[in-house]
């Protein structure tokens, strides 16, 4: 089926909201992939149990299990191996773009590849992070249902005849459904699709994610049981002198997050110097990964036991200090080697290792200065501060740590934005060129009318003039403007004329028997009014490739400016000097009475 021919719809009157009635359908459709991408999480989690009970214990069963009953000795290194060269293949001969943890790869398609995405990365991406995480990688399945749930609504997005935006909503849709099934964290997600996925604060992106997210969580009570997936019931008992406390752990939390996002792409830099292919790098990561398991077995695997031992501080310190490192070792060697699987669960034990192992010699519960330990390395390594702090409230149904969880998010979001450039999500599409910024503004475009910016004195042709004056006037000079407006003699705007169109009127017309009148006389010319948005303008010169539009009224179309790129391109430079120049209000007030003096 061919698509419709291409046409810009403009928008209609200025208003707060550009969201028009095709939300309600985007909502309808948002059903459909929110269903989606809890099915799809189900099925992941399935074939992660399914996988992890047949290598580790010889059986066939969807039970979930924990590694850290798994028989050590020789095969602890060889499955998480010989699962890192079953990716490798499946990568080289499947898809390159299930190497990782699916994040980036969902940033890539919406920014870079209009949110197409293949069947092939929706059926192969759940398929080898189940064999990944099953044989041992230290991974999360949340990157991998991300790709899968946005994989799942970019699909049925390609249905319809719909736009790239339109199809990032229901891509992002099935993201945060797929998300919100498996941790039953619907805010969350929903958060995380605006901070990280969207790039985007609009109703027409917003609601239909939302309404996803919703579907998926109701979907889970029935597939994978109500209630929040780590209960912790206690309320934070805290004496006054300890309020500064969540700062100083952010703060270290950030520290945590910057040092393992540097040691990820170190390790990627040294894979990248091996003398073989990539497709042998998973099969390396994995022998790392199970030595780690010879020392410490549960830091292998999801390890959601780890995260609900810290968090019910069911550990002691020295299988925690113990957790920590080897979890980190593993998880980096093997993110780094390129196989398949999430971020967040991994993120999850080491912050709250490291905040157990603080809180142990602080006041309160270790089990609260581990979830805001978990909290805090999520949105430092993440960039993601509101989602970091809403997940751990539903994570943990529990709305009074939200205080000192959103203290450190915030601190640890603080410093790593200072520290590093790029997070981890972000550095490795920078690596392939290509950049993303994460920081949202009104574009100040939307912001000014055309009247504002325009140029007011503008040089006309009379329309009585001749079509052979003209040509004379606009190719004997060469200081001539590159477009000048035709009026009539009460500066109505009849057309305009440049050296191009000199040149066609030479090969078509004898210029003496024409006046100006004759050859650009025309209604339908693009012009804009001043009182429109130059938004809108902009849009419009763009699409026409104008370099130069006609400024008139709106009931005489009598001429009164002229718009160019030139007065876009000084707006652009004007609003960026606003983020550079400073000044105080006394200076201001002190050079104001100058002038007025």
Not at 20 to 31: E, F, G, K, P
Not at 222 to 240: K, N, R, S
Request: glycine content about 10%; aromatic content about 8%.
């Amino acid at each position: 089926m061919r698509n419709p021919p291409r046409k810009m719809e403009w928008p209609g009157k200025a208003a707060d909201f550009t969201t028009d009635r095709r939300v309600l359908l985007l909502t309808l459709m948002a059903l459909v992939v929110g269903s989606g991408g809890a099915a799809a999480a189900w099925l992941l989690m399935q074939l992660i149990a399914l996988v992890t009970n047949l290598v580790w214990f010889d059986r066939i069963s969807t039970a979930t299990v924990s590694l850290s009953s798994a028989e050590r000795g020789p095969w602890m290194v060889a499955i998480p191996a010989l699962g890192g060269l079953v990716i490798g293949l499946m990568a080289r001969f499947g898809s390159e773009k299930i190497r990782g943890h699916g994040i980036p790869e969902a940033i890539e398609a919406i920014l870079y590849g209009r949110s197409w995405m293949s069947a092939k990365v929706a059926v192969l991406k759940p398929l080898s992070s189940a064999i990944s995480i099953g044989t041992g990688g230290p991974f999360g399945a949340e990157g991998p249902i991300i790709m899968t749930g946005g994989a799942l609504g970019s699909l049925f997005a390609q249905c319809f005849y719909l736009s790239a935006a339109e199809r990032k909503t229901l891509l992002v849709g099935g993201a945060a459904a797929g998300m919100t099934a498996i941790f039953g964290t619907p805010i969350a997600a929903v958060l995380l699709a605006v901070e990280l996925l969207l790039f985007e604060w609009k109703p027409r992106s917003f609601v239909p994610v939302a309404v996803a997210a919703i579907t998926a969580i109701a979907w889970r009570p029935l597939i994978f049981g109500a209630g929040p997936l780590f209960p912790f019931p206690d309320v934070p008992q805290l004496p006054l002198w300890s309020a500064g406390l969540p700062i100083a752990l952010g703060l270290i939390g950030g520290l945590q997050s910057g040092l393992m996002t540097t040691l990820v792409y170190k390790v990627e830099d040294i894979f990248e110097h091996l003398p073989i292919h990539w497709m042998w790098w998973p099969a390396i990561g994995g022998v790392v990964v199970g030595l780690g398991g010879l020392v410490e077995p549960r830091a292998l695997g999801v390890g959601y036991d780890v995260i609900a031992d810290l968090l019910a501080n069911h550990v002691t310190a020295q299988s925690a200090a113990k957790i920590l490192i080897v979890k980190a070792i593993v998880w980096v060697v093997a993110l780094s080697s390129g196989t398949s699987g999430g971020v967040l669960a991994p993120l999850l034990i080491l912050g709250g290792a490291l905040g157990w192992l603080l809180g142990s010699m602080l006041p309160g519960d270790p089990g609260l200065w581990a979830l805001i330990g978990m909290a805090a390395m999520m949105a430092g390594t993440m960039r993601a501060p509101l989602t970091g702090t809403m997940f751990a409230v539903e994570l943990t149904g529990n709305i009074h740590v939200l205080v000192p969880v959103f203290v450190a998010c915030i601190s640890a979001y603080g410093l790593t934005v200072l520290l590093l450039k790029r997070s981890i999500l972000t550095e490795r599409l920078a690596r392939r060129g290509q950049h993303v910024t994460r920081e949202y503004a009104i574009d100040p475009y939307e912001l000014t009318r055309v009247a504002e910016i325009m140029t007011r004195d503008v040089a006309t042709l009379p329309v009585a003039m001749s079509a052979a004056e003209a040509a004379a006037f606009l190719t004997e000079a060469e200081d001539r403007h590159r477009m000048y407006p035709v009026v009539d003699r009460d500066g109505v705007l009849a057309g305009c004329v440049n050296r191009a169109d000199v040149l066609r009127w030479r090969q078509t017309h004898r210029l003496d028997d024409f006046t100006l009148f004759d050859l650009v006389s025309d209604a339908s010319i693009p012009v804009a009014f001043p009182d429109e948005i130059v938004g809108r303008v902009a849009d419009r010169m763009a699409f026409g490739d104008l370099g130069r539009m006609a400024v008139v009224e709106r009931d005489t179309r009598r001429l009164v400016g002229l718009i160019a790129r030139k007065d876009l391109l000084r707006m652009r430079h004007a609003a960026s000097s606003q983020e550079r120049s400073r000044e105080t209000f006394y200076a201001r007030s002190s050079a104001a009475g100058d002038l007025g003096a």
